[in-house]
């Protein structure tokens, strides 16, 4: 069975890190683009950093120059390094990969459940 599980997430001081972690597993054949996304309470999931198969990386303004995407193709993960993390950061975190499946060879888009950030004092 193909999956996409997040971890790392939890509660974190201002100005704290945490890394977060986007595992695909099954018969994968290639691991395209990946996103991860965030949802707050009451508002829009929102992109918050992409990253591309050759390694092309994009931010959402309000994290650039404190989140880092990063993946490692021999593990199947992506990871999402969050320094000087804020309150406003705190919501789900969400992970969307595009995977090639060994059994089609076609494309498919598959979520995680989720992992909880709280940015709290």
């Known amino acids: 069975q193909v999956q996409v599980v997040e971890s790392g997430g939890g509660l974190v001081q201002p100005g704290g890190s945490l890394r977060l972690s986007c595992a695909a597993s099954?018969?994968?054949?290639?691991?395209?683009?990946v996103g991860w996304y965030r949802q707050a309470p009451g508002k829009q999931r929102e992109l918050v950093a992409s990253v591309s198969s050759g390694g092309t990386t994009n931010y959402a303004d309000s994290v650039k120059g404190r989140f880092t995407i990063s993946r490692d193709n021999a593990k199947n993960t992506v990871y999402l390094q969050m320094n000087s993390l804020k309150p406003e950061d705190t919501a789900v975190y969400y992970c969307?990969?595009?995977?090639?499946?060994?059994?089609?060879?076609?494309?498919?888009?598959?979520w995680g459940q989720g992992t909880q950030v709280t940015v709290s004092s």
């Open positions: 099954g018969s994968i054949f290639s691991i395209n683009a």
């Open positions: 969307n990969a595009e995977l090639t499946l060994i059994a089609t060879m076609l494309t498919y888009s598959y």
